[in-house]
């Protein structure tokens, strides 16, 4: 989809839809892009690999995304995204860009909030909102409205502590970022199958500033087939995602940046154990067991000495606490 810019000075924005195996799911996220109050200037939805079902679905929707299909599946929604924005970009300048998951449904209003906000704060980099959580099964929610409060600043010391407060379907990046975020332009690692956007939202603070606003702008799906029903898959990734930027922040001359973010390497991989001893399928305990050998031989550190202990004795009280996934979604 290509409209004309608004005839004023307010923020231009793309959206980028990702997209695998997402036939039972575009239908709804388009519709929503396609009421938005305010349009975006473009639209683009980048298959991850060929999905004739998914393809079909949003060629013949009736706002005319342009729609890219990709040779073979990258494995995660990185590589998409980096596409979708750079055909974005190429094809005239953007202020900024929305990464729509295409599972999630936006706020009629989201755009015309957020590029208000991004006009407010031009030094910001990015704007997040608040989101709603929609079960799989439960009736289509009615879009919530409400008074849109001030925006506060987003620090980095607060999103380490709060990363599933600010996702990429209910924010907005500035386009000029990419450049900064990494030398070769690239928004996201596409090595990194999932977690890549918590690797781009640490980049984005440490080099500049993010806002967030207390409004919810749309519902994020939950259902069974996504990464916060398998807790093995979802730590293991965030910790080869916090190497990856303890060794960017070390390369920065960033030392002690680089040794929180190890130390979350850590923390993040005895998580994803007590996630493999919990669920205790075939082979995830031994896998747990080696997990922690490895740590001890890479950092000694004595809390992974400590749960290797506690763990086949059954007296790890932390692990006694994991939650496989949302109670109310089911098991995968």
Not at 37 to 51: A, I, S
Not at 171 to 181: E, I, N
Request: proline content about 7%.
């Amino acid at each position: 989809m290509s409209l004309p810019a608004a005839q004023s000075d307010l923020p231009t924005i793309g959206v980028v839809i990702p997209a695998h195996h997402a036939a039972q799911t575009i239908a709804a996220t388009l519709d929503a892009v396609a009421g938005q109050t305010v349009q975006p200037t473009r639209v683009v939805v980048v298959l991850d690999g060929p999905d004739p079902e998914t393809e079909a679905i949003v060629r013949a929707h009736r706002s005319a995304p342009a729609c890219l299909v990709l040779p073979r599946n990258t494995g995660g929604p990185g590589t998409p995204r980096n596409v979708g924005a750079a055909w974005l970009m190429e094809r005239g300048a953007l202020d900024a860009i929305w990464f729509l998951d295409a599972d999630d449904v936006p706020e009629p209003g989201f755009i015309a909030v957020v590029r208000e906000v991004l006009k407010a704060h031009p030094d910001a980099d990015f704007v997040a909102t608040d989101f709603r959580r929609w079960y799989e099964g439960d009736p289509h929610p009615e879009a919530e409205g409400g008074p849109v409060g001030s925006p506060s600043a987003v620090a980095l010391d607060w999103y380490l502590g709060h990363t599933g407060r600010i996702l990429p379907s209910f924010s907005v990046v500035r386009a000029r970022a990419a450049g900064a975020v990494r030398a070769d332009g690239r928004f996201f690692d596409g090595t990194l199958r999932i977690n890549q956007d918590y690797d781009l939202f640490v980049r984005l603070l440490h080099l500049g500033r993010g806002v967030r606003l207390d409004w919810s702008g749309g519902m994020y799906r939950m259902h069974a087939r996504g990464i916060s029903a398998n807790g093995p898959d979802l730590w293991l990734c965030r910790m080869v995602t916090n190497e990856s930027l303890a060794c960017w922040f070390d390369s920065r001359g960033e030392s002690g940046l680089a040794r929180r973010l190890d130390r979350a390497a850590s923390s993040a991989l005895r998580t994803a154990v007590r996630h493999l001893w919990r669920r205790a399928r075939a082979g995830d305990r031994v896998l747990a067991l080696r997990l922690l050998f490895d740590d001890l031989a890479a950092t000694r550190d004595p809390k992974s000495l400590f749960l290797l202990v506690l763990l086949p004795l059954g007296l790890d009280r932390r692990g006694r606490r994991v939650r496989l996934g949302d109670a109310r979604l089911s098991p995968v």
